[in-house]
């Protein structure tokens, strides 16, 4: 009897083990704003050369909503740039994970003094900051900022993001029970077939699948497509929306089936900063550079190492038989569970012989590809493509072509173009640009090394070299000679470069420095005048702001306050 009881004991602590081990952490975290949560940006939404790290949540049209610590912790970063995030707090809690809050108007009295503090002291408007774990403690539900629409913002919202602290790894928020509300299936574009050589070779064809919708059942259904023997690979244009709001959100997960077997999933849960820019291998990149859409396509490269597929049977690829017919399956996933069903009825027909094709330049992706001519040299590292590719050069009136638009790069690679004529006298005013279908140009920078200009980029296209002896331009806004600015919060100033691009700027008030805050986005400088007690009345203000390539504007103008 004793023997059994043990055995008893040992099984229901053995079920309580594997129930705990199964059941998912829990976690009671907070809001981080009062406003209902509608979204403008899900996580893992496909953007330019990334994946969308957090959620952005909608704040009503407007600037300067309190923004609150999901949970207890520290504050263990604080950056402030006129790019990317703008103005972002980071806070490391006692659960294993962190947040981040993007975007922000500015920070709350006690952390803005403490940011300001050290500007001052590094006479920087851009500023990285590691607290210590004891300086800047947080509870749950503290203010800690206000929304704004700073950084790379395209209007006012709050950037939301939650991180695992070890591995630093991008967690999808909806894991954590932030819930919103979402009754709208996933949006379907459209279908497409793309057939190939062999599972890694070449595309032969790439083709529109025309779909009827069926109201009743709610599902895409195709016509029966005869597609030649071989391999082929299907792709989706699909995105979402929630609830509230129009914006095009990106889809949580999709699912490729084949005759009622499941050979190829994908799921956003979460993204490693390391495994962004595969996001290219993820779409296809020649196609939306065309297009400007997104086709997600379920089947991979042999260069895609994204971590969010759970399956991926012959990778993705179907082996397709002359005489035989294929059913095959798309269910498109949001995260609440709403979906959207294509059906694709394929049947084979006799393989297509493939063409020979001229003598080109086969960049391997697992080499280091080096191409060189009398003008022109570029080195690429390996592993920078997702498979091979052909690679074609020319030249015409300066213009470097370089590859193909639509070939998506996963490094940087060295450039180097010898300039048609240069005098030493303007070795430092010359760069390297990019020229757009259009012909706009746009610089990417570069040094003068051994006859070559030299510099590093992760795009293909066309380049040329250019010369830029245009000093930035400064234009005061609220500010003028002799003028009275005892009403004025702020003193607003814009700078603007024709080219090369603003590299810094350094302005002072009757001889020290203040701090201005930068928005790219408007051109617009802007000093905060409370940050110092200005004595007297009549004050110099001056500015000094150069360019990429060393051109330099000096202002100065004095008023009174």
Known sequence: MMKKSILILIIILSINVISSAQAPKKYDLASPLDVPLVLSGTFGELRSNHFHAGIDIKTQGR???????????????????PWGYGKAIYITHPNGLISVYGHLQKFNPEIEKYVKAYQYKKERFSVSIYPKENELKISKRDIIAFSGNTGGSGGPHLHFEIRDAK??????????????????????????????????????????????????????????????????????????????????????????????????????????????????????????????????????????????????????????????????????????????????????????????????TVFEYTKENKFKTDAMIIEVPKNTFYSDINFNYNIKNGIHSIGNRGIPLHKSYLLEIKPEQLTDSLKDKMLIVSVSKKGYKSSIGGKYKNGYMTTKTRSFGKFTTAIDTIAPVIKGINISEGKWMTKERFLKITIKDNLAGIK?????????WVLLEYDPKKSLLKYNFSDIVLEGKKHTFTLEVSDNVGNITEYESSFFK
């Open 504 to 512: 810094s700027f350094k302005g002072n008030i009757d001889g020290k």
């Open 167 to 360: 591995t630093q790894t991008t967690q999808n928020p909806f894991n954590y029970d932030y819930k919103v509300a979402d009754t709208r299936a996933p949006k379907i574009n459209g279908a497409y077939l793309y057939s190939f050589d062999n599972i890694n070779g070449n595309q032969l064809s790439f083709d529109n699948i025309k779909l009827n919708y069926n109201k009743e059942k709610k599902i895409f259904n195709s016509n029966k497509l005869s597609v030649s023997a071989g391999w082929v690979g299907i792709g989706v244009d699909s995105y979402d929306k929630l609830n509230g709001a129009e914006n095009k959100n990106g889809i949580y997960s999709v699912e490729l089936y084949k005759s009622d077997t499941s050979i190829f999933v994908y799921k956003m849960n979460s993204i490693a900063f390391s495994e962004q820019r595969y996001i290219n291998s993820l779409i296809d990149y020649s196609y939306y550079k065309k297009k400007s859409k997104r086709i997600q396509k379920l089947f991979l490269e042999p260069g895609n190492k994204l971590s969010i597929y759970s399956k991926h049977i012959n990778k993705g690829f179907i082996k397709i038989e002359e005489g035989k017919n294929y059913s095959l399956k798309l269910v498109v996933k949001d995260y609440a569970g709403n979906k959207s069903i294509v059906n694709i009825n394929l049947i084979g027909t006799k393989a297509v012989i493939k063409a020979e094709s001229k003598d080109q």
């Open 63 to 81: 600037e300067g909503l309190t923004v609150h610590s999901m949970d207890d912790g520290y504050i263990s970063r604080i950056n402030v740039s």
